[in-house]
């Protein structure tokens, strides 16, 4: 079986789409719906803007996602998606490599936690993705100050790539339950050697230690450029002043002159 994955939006409207779509799901909560449509073939959906399938032809897939996007916010129009081929073998318990893993029979947990995985690895190629962007876009003011001297963009330049920076983060944080195993892999060590090797196999944790150490340092550097143009603020404010007493000196001055 083929599982594909797709981050399609910043956040999926899971109670909308429940209530929209006819089947029942196997699984529902406030972060992931999972159905089974027929034999063989599932559909995942993750709060977070992923869908993953397991075992849909192309049409199915692009009928699926066009309902889907209807109770999708904020879509994303870059391409970023991944597959991953899930093969069974009654003779073996479990076996990993690059993009397959085989094991002894597809069950409604195992494909459920294989897919969540995949799902989880889809959605850190477009974290990753946002993070180098602005990552980049935080190189590119320190290269001015070391190059120049200077920081010349405005307050509201920076305010903006501050809020898009946090945005990020925040999005981030509010998704770090992703890498939370589900409930049912404590209960079965099958599912939660499953579980593990993915996320092994994946760098699923490791990529998301990237992204956490690129924000560091972009939060680092947003400090240092607030702090500068706080101190530009307050040597505009300075001059200024100095301006205006200066005005009133040589106001003082005339008056005194003509007098």
Partial sequence: MKIEAYQVSEVINLKKFRNEYTNEPLLFNNSELFYKQEENKYCYLLSYGVVVFGGFN??????????????????????????????TDAQTALILRYNSITIPEITEDSIRIVMLNI?????????????????????????ELEQTGTFSHSKKDLLKFIGRTLNIKNSIIDNLYIFDAPDVVWENEHLERIDKGLKRNLDLKMRYQDIDYKLKIVQENLKLFTDLLQNRESTRLEWIVIILILIEVFDILVKKFFE
């Fill in 119 to 143: 799902g989880q690895s889809v959605s850190l190629d477009y974290y990753e993705f946002l993070t180098l962007e602005i990552f980049q876009d935080s190189q590119k003011f320190t290269d």
């Fill in 58 to 87: 192309d049409l199915e897939k692009s009928a699926f996602l066009k309902f889907v996007k209807t109770f999708a916010e904020d879509l994303v129009s870059a391409k970023f998606e991944e597959n991953f081929d899930l093969q």
